[in-house]
């Protein structure tokens, strides 16, 4: 399989192209191939598709959609109850894996790669011959065909690749004497960008170095009247200075090589040459993005000296994720650019061994290294930088201005020349650097899976770790990507041949021992350290909430949950955590949500701990709690159309509440706060907030009984119970019961569901809540029609409707009428179960019950299709399937469509059949492999007309809650 990103997007398989259908199609597509593997959630898929406006309520059906004939285009051979390899769905959302070789943004990025590497090496033809590989790849603009995704973050960034590539071609082709071989793409650039500057300067020296300089002079005199005509502008400096070499007839030069001889002005050649960059690892692992930016920067600073600016790249990232390791090695990769030297200096902007240095000393140092004599340095700062500059001017230099603080201690170190590089490496992300001098920003995360792993083995050795594959796999787990944290685990191995992989993994995996295992008792490495000083730097408010992050149980959060957390406004909030995102103590994740590294969660509760009292602590949580309750109620109540209030208490006092605004939004609300609200009732249960532990299980069973994660609805449950019981709360107890025996009905262990809803019988008895009964005798229904004992569960069903009419409860009682409906028709009593079902529909509709509407369409379908009805059968299923969709209730659209396909196979149409049962296997493949299986035999009895298929409608599994 091939995908095309780089010009319009297409796909082949076995060569032959896919018809990948309608435009919105290709861009979940495209998204999903950008993304290399990782997964998208369905919010970020949606912001890609709705680009310009609201997502519409039905969108994660929409993508649904999409991605069902995204599957059988890109995997035919899939069996529909298998996952697949290609396009998996990996929580609430999807990833695309593709072969490298099968995707041309990832053939380009590794002949860019390839080419770097060469380069370095002084090798210019192999480094020319693939960037040539690299740019034929391209057939247009990036996406060329989904205008809606051209401002998308990532296609941007193509487009920034290919201009770097382009820029290097042409370089690389004047440097290595073939010019002329390089013109044809140089000029096919130049005429697709005319107002591009940097592409007509390319082309210019292209000219010039192929020796046509009539075709160079008319290059520039035309882009310069373009630029006059269109913009109102002069030539840049680049395309000035490219102009100025024709005009004095000066050789061009491309990017400087090792072989290359560098002309270096009168003045720099009599001064000394320092060499201050620190020693590089023996050896590197990693970094290949980070590495390829910083080639990007080292682009721009080598070209032709001209009028321009000095080229900044700042290095920002947590404590202890590498920067200045990143920062050492690709200098020492680089500096044989910069003829002139290399100057470095440890501001010490986060160290525990002291102040941060003055800008003024850094000066100082400088000058010192330039050999300016003691006498002609000023005593103000000022001129002591315009001095620096002065020296600095007419030199090719490399400059490391490592640990910054901020801005201002960067500012006087600056060079103000062309010809230099500074590299900048914090903890800050230093924006004003970014947005006032231009600096690139070269952002450093924790490394990925594989790259971390590589680089723990290469440290303690291969076959120590083949001994204790597990122990590995947690230390990793545990460091998550920090390389300050997998190389202290790699000294400890080295220097305490006792300790064993498994006992540094137990170390690891007690939170009280975390940080204690990471220990090195040297301030510059020692974790605690390390992170302390990140945390002294934030002002008051941002340490504050910084601790307080290490309460939240959950792997990330929202703004809203962040204020409830430190009992301030929503607004103040969102600024403090962007002081923390800019010092790099949280991230900020693509779909806005926070997360700090777990290390640094860790230290931050230990923080708290030392810091806050158990009281404020405790109050915090309280707060979060509460924040969860409430949001989550708000939530839940619009996926229930049935009103069933929550006895919450008063909001508390700085909690701010999220508050969905319709279906969807809810459904997308659970969806991002699942995780988080899972972690948080195992919290509170082990805690002993026994009050919140039941109220957050029923929050949580509707959506988790709707999306199929029915493990996570038990597990809940069953804490729910036992809260319940220890606080004596018969309602509790009886609610959490229900919701366990649903879970568990779900998951074929109907014994297990017995004897849950025996319980809430008894408990609704003894309290008299006739509501609470004829609950739990649908469910009782429910669960006996799964055992095939239909007397048993029609029995249940009308006990359940006569209680619920008894209790005046509306929605109960119409949801009543159509489990008798149900039961009737499986008992083969059609015309009483469609007298039953079309009353319940009525009032279904009145009360603007959409689940019940669905379950009641249902039983309609099947009641038609027995009374002979074809198209009123299979308009009650549409309708039904539409509804299931509309509210997220994957299983049960999965299971009416494969009803559907049951009466258009008893009514002879095998096509329409096979269709809608291949449709039912995408949806129940991924949530219910029971069902799923049932679908793929009356998928495979029409390959086998001796097998009987769809004979009994509805019988294979019901669709119903009640």
Partial sequence: MRIQLLGPVRAWRDDEPLDLGPAARRVVLGLLALAGGRPLQRAELMSGLWYDREPPTSAANVIQTHVKHLRRLLEPERRPRDQGTVLRLVGDGYALHVPDAGLDVTRFRQRIDAATAAQRRGQLDAAAELLGEALALWHGAPLADVPALASHPKVVALVGERQSALGRYGEVMIAAGRAAEGLPILAEAAVAAPLDEAAHARLIRAYHAAGRRGQAFAAYHEVRRRLAEDLGVAPGPE?????????????????????ETVTVPAAARSAPRPAQLPADLAEFTGRTAELARLDGLLDRATRPPGPGATVIAVVSGTAGVGKTTLAVHWAHQVAHRFPDGQLYVNLRGFDPAGPAVDPAEAVRQFLDALA????????????????????????????????????????????????????????????????????????????????????????????????????????????????????????RVATSRNLSLGELAGQLRRGADRLDALSTGDPTTDLRAVFSWSYRSLR??????????????????????????????????????AELTRSNL???????????????????????????????????????????????????????????????GPIRPGVSREQPVDHQRALDWFAAERPVLLALLDYAAGTGRDTQTWQLGW????????????????????????????????????????????????????????????????????????????????????????????????????RGLGLLEAAGN???????????????????????????????????????????????????????????HR????????????????????????????????????????????????????????????????????LAGLDHPGRVVGTVVGADGAAHRW
């Fill in 586 to 648: 949280v991230g900020q994740r693509s779909n806005g949500r926070y997360a700090p590294h777990d290390l640094l969660r860790a230290y931050a509760a230990e923080v708290a701990e030392r810091i806050d009292s158990e009281r404020r602590r405790r109050a915090a949580v309280d707060r979060l709690l509460d924040h969860y309750l409430h949001s989550g109620d708000a939530a839940d109540a619009l996926l229930r159309t049935e009103p069933a209030p929550l006895p919450l």
């Fill in 871 to 938: 198209d009123r059968s299979v308009h009650c299923y549409d309708q039904a399937v539409r509804l299931y969709r509309a509210i997220g209730d994957r299983h049960l659209e999965g299971i009416t469509l494969s009803h559907l396909g049951d009466t258009h196979h008893a009514f002879g149409d095998l096509r329409a059949a096979a269709d809608v049962w291949r449709e039912a296997l995408e949806v129940l493949g991924e949530v219910d492999h029971i069902e799923a299986g049932q679908v793929r035999g009356k």
């Fill in 810 to 868: 509306r929605h109960g009682e119409a949801r009543a009428r159509n489990a008798v409906g149900w039961c009737l028709t499986l008992l083969e009593d059609h015309s009483s179960a469609l007298s039953y079902c079309e009353q319940a529909l009525a009032q279904l509709q009145e009360l603007d019950d959409r689940n019940g509407q669905a379950n009641t369409w249902g039983s309609l379908g099947r009641v038609h299709h027995h009374l002979g």
């Fill in 372 to 491: 300016v004599p003691a006498e002609r340095i000023p005593t103000d700062l000022d001129a002591q930088a315009a001095l620096y500059r002065s020296q600095m001017f007419h030199r090719r230099m490399l400059v490391l201005l490592d640990n910054a603080r901020d801005a201002a201690q960067v500012r006087p170190l600056l060079p103000g020349g062309p010809g230099c590089l500074v590299v900048v490496t914090s903890r800050a992300r230093l924006a004003d650097l970014v947005a006032i001098e231009g600096a690139g920003p070269v952002p450093v995360d924790p490394l990925p899976a594989r790259e971390a792993r590589e680089l723990l083995l290469r440290r303690i050795g291969g076959p120590r770790a083949g001994d204790e594959p597990q122990a590995v796999a947690e230390i990793l787990a545990r460091c998550a990507g920090l390389p300050l944290a997998l190389a202290i685990v790699a000294a």
């Fill in 699 to 798: 929050i949580l069973a509707t959506y988790l009984d709707r999306s199929s994660h029915w493990y996570d609805l038990v597990a809940t449950q069953r804490a729910a119970v036992t809260a319940a019981r220890r606080l004596a709360d018969p309602a509790a107890q009886a609610v959490a019961h229900r919701f366990l025996a649903r879970a568990y009905t779900r998951l074929a262990r109907l014994d297990d569901a017995d004897a849950q809803l025996r319980n809430a019988l008894e408990l609704y008895g003894h309290a008299g809540d006739q509501v609470g009964q004829g609950h739990t005798h649908l469910n009782l229904a429910l669960m006996w029609e799964r055992r095939g004992r239909l007397s048993e569960a029609l029995d249940h069903a009308r």
């Fill in 239 to 259: 395309l000035a200075a490219a102009h100025t070499a024709l005009l004095h007839d000066e050789e061009p030069t491309g990017r400087p090589t090792r072989a």
């Fill in 540 to 577: 008051p408010a941002a340490a504050r909430l910084f601790r307080l992050l290490g309460l939240h149980p959950g792997p990330d959060l929202s703004a809203a949950a962040a204020a409830s957390l430190a009992g301030r406004p929503l607004a103040e909030t969102r600024e403090t955590l």
